[in-house]
Structures are given as structure tokens and as C-alpha cells.
């Protein structure tokens, strides 16, 4: 079992994980805490060419996710490998996720908000609830999947869930030293942003601006987290 993780980050495609939270994880990870990513999907779907072949699209963006979590210091990297626009709350995709929160025991799952209003990609709707329901009741409770047990895997209670992408953020994180990691850990994953145009660098940081409103720092990224009681 890994020891002394702070942090997992369950991203539905790659690039996701960059979007909602890359500047904390950047900066989590510069005061030493250590941050796990999972992939769900592959991203084979993650394009407007029709000359790109799927199979090289799923290829092309892992490596880059992989580029993007080496430059915030993820310590792992978990893919799925799970087909893009394919996610379903199965008991085997929960398993899986179950599986993985309990091999790595981190204090903190942060993962897209399932109940983002009107218009969500489905894969974040989906993910976002098999991660909540991972998290509780099935990775505390011993008897769900027992034979994780066989595998060595004790029940783990989660500390905290944080949600990017909350109508109803209630933590914000300080980006401010960070928010120039998360333009280049974005420019990683060149198959879906290029280099970050400048018109998309702005935007950013007008809305990094936006969820530091009220607060004593410039730029931020907001979360709805909750604690877990148990």
C-alpha cells in the first residue's frame, strides 16, 4: 500500500485535472505533500480532426497527461484507460475506484462536481458520482467488495472530498503562485489546447481573479468541499 498520500485527483479525461485543479495541486505539491492522479477515460474522442485515428489520439494524449503530471510533481499516475464519452456507474468501474482509494489512502479525493446544473459533459456527471459513492460507503465498509480484502486492500475512510466545477464553492485555493504552473502544465496537452492561446491564458486568469473574490490572495480555484463524518 502507498504510504503518506495527501491527495487523489480523479479526472474524467485527461486535461480535466489541469482545468479544475492544477494550480493547488502545484502548489500542494511544492510544500511536499504528495498527489496522486487517476485518468478514468482515454480521450479517444478529444478532437474536431477527422484525420486523427482514435488509437493514436488515446496515445498521444496519456503522454501528454503524463508530461502534465511530471511538471506539478504528481507522484502517479493512474490511467483507466475507460473509452471516452463511455463512462457508466457500474459496479465494476466503482470497484475499480474503490480499489485504487484504498491501495493509495489519501486524506483528500478531489473530483468534477456531479451536480453542475443544465449543460455537463456526461463522462464528468458520471465520474463525479462513482467517486462520491467510492468514497462512501464502499472504500470505508469492510464487506463491500470483500475480496478486496483478500488482496491485501483494509477499508479506508476519506477525509475530505473536494468538487471543482460547484455552483456552491465553499474553499478556495490559493493559485497565486502557482497560476503560471497550470498554463504550462495546460500547454502539456497540446492535442486539445496548442499553447494555450492568449485569449484562453486571459480568460483563466480573469476567472482565477473571479474565485478569489472575498478573499486575501489574487487568483484562485474554487472547490465545494465537503468533510466527511463518519
Not at 478529444?46 to 488509437?55: E, L
Not at 489519501?106 to 455537463?120: C, H, Q
Request: negative net charge.
Amino acid at each position: 500500500m502507498e504510504q503518506d498520500i495527501y491527495m487523489m485527483v480523479v479526472s474524467p479525461h485527461p486535461d480535466d485535472a489541469e482545468f479544475g485543479a492544477a494550480g493547488t495541486v502545484a502548489r500542494l505539491t511544492r510544500e511536499g505533500k504528495k498527489v496522486v492522479y487517476v485518468i478514468c477515460t482515454n480521450g479517444d474522442k478529444g478532437t474536431s480532426d477527422r484525420n486523427i485515428n482514435p488509437d493514436d489520439l488515446a496515445k498521444t494524449r496519456e503522454k501528454e497527461q503524463q508530461d502534465a503530471a511530471e511538471l506539478l510533481g504528481v507522484t502517479k499516475v493512474e490511467f483507466m484507460r475507460l473509452p471516452d464519452q463511455g463512462l457508466e456507474d457500474t459496479p465494476e468501474f466503482r470497484k475499480a475506484l474503490v480499489r485504487l482509494i484504498r491501495q493509495y489512502r489519501p486524506e483528500v479525493v478531489v473530483t468534477a462536481n456531479p451536480y453542475r446544473k443544465y449543460m455537463w459533459h456526461r463522462d464528468h456527471r458520471i465520474a463525479g458520482q462513482a467517486v462520491l459513492d467510492a468514497v462512501f460507503p464502499y472504500a470505508r465498509d469492510h464487506l463491500s467488495y470483500p475480496e478486496l480484502l483478500e488482496e491485501g486492500l483494509e477499508p479506508h475512510k476519506v477525509k475530505e472530498v473536494w468538487l471543482w466545477g460547484a455552483d456552491d464553492a465553499n474553499y478556495f485555493s490559493d493559485v497565486s503562485d502557482t497560476f503560471d504552473t497550470k498554463i504550462r502544465a495546460l500547454g502539456c496537452h497540446k492535442s486539445q489546447v496548442g499553447d494555450v492561446p492568449q485569449n484562453m491564458r486571459e480568460r483563466l486568469r480573469d476567472f482565477a481573479r473571479m474565485m478569489a473574490e472575498g478573499q486575501d490572495f489574487e487568483l484562485g480555484e474554487a472547490f465545494h468541499c465537503v468533510k466527511m463524518r463518519y
